[in-house]
């Protein structure tokens, strides 16, 4: 069987969004090419457009115009549920704010995402246990949020959102709360995720520094990519 690539194609994608009785564009044009396995940094001065971004190639916003095609899936011509379960397969979310459940526990905060498979409960246990081990939480499965550091609620956070094993993991500012030594861990754990299991990462940041576990760094600007930087030792 040919192995499934999910490189992300944006092809003319135009987006704007409402402002009093107007429209204000933010991309009139925009065209790229995320190949499979990437480890994309974004940049940009703040409303230039970088969240927006990861909505649309996670498919939880919408073009008003062109295209956005991962894997060969153009996700505009899907249905509204089977872009959620396309989505719920192929696309992790990672949060500056982590967004974990407070009530839940580490483990079953990981879990979340496994309830909507076909896993059985011992399967969706050992599943959770794995993914606690790679993200370096083995012994914090029963804690809650509240009891566990920034970092380590991150670390909740990317467990959570490789959970189901999807190919893309959109990262906004990931370690935007988080104190230096926390964040070059993140950084770190996000640089393994993509070198040793192949995930294809794209992660917002306002931190120059964390741009250097990338593999590419590009600079958005008024809807536009200004610069690209390729990293020499990724
Ligand atoms: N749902 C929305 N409704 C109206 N305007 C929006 C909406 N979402 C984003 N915008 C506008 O689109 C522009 C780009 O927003 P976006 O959040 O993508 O920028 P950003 O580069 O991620 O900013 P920041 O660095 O501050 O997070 C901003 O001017 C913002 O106000």
Not at 51 to 59: E, P, V
Request: aromatic share 4%.
């Amino acid at each position: 069987m040919t192995p499934v690539s999910y490189d992300i194609e944006l092809t003319g994608v135009y987006k704007s969004y409402p402002l009093g009785k107007s429209r204000i564009p933010i991309f009139e044009d925009l065209t790229m090419t995320i190949p499979d396995g990437d480890f994309l940094a974004i940049m940009g001065p703040s409303g230039s457009g970088k969240s927006t971004i990861l909505n649309l190639i996670g498919g939880i916003d919408t073009v008003d115009g062109g295209h956005v095609s991962i894997g060969g899936t153009m996700l505009d011509k899907m249905s509204t549920r089977a872009l959620t379960r396309w989505r719920s397969e192929v696309i992790g979310f990672v949060f500056q704010f982590y967004n974990l459940m407070p009530m839940l526990s580490a483990a079953q905060n990981v879990e979340l995402p496994l309830l909507l498979t076909d896993l059985s409960a011992s399967e969706r246990r050992e599943r959770v246990h794995t993914i606690l081990d790679i993200v370096g939480l083995a012994d914090r499965h029963d804690h809650l949020p509240s009891l566990l550091s920034g970092g380590q609620q991150q670390r909740v956070g990317i467990a959570r959102a490789i959970a189901s094993d999807p190919r893309i993991l959109l990262c906004d500012e990931p370690t935007g709360d988080l104190d230096r030594k926390s964040a070059d861990e993140i950084l770190e754990l996000l640089q393994l995720l993509n070198t040793k299991l192949g995930k294809t990462i794209i992660m917002v940041t306002h931190d120059e520094s964390s741009t250097r576990v990338a593999k590419r760094t590009v600079i958005l600007d008024k809807g536009r990519f200004v610069s690209e930087e390729i990293a020499q030792c990724a």
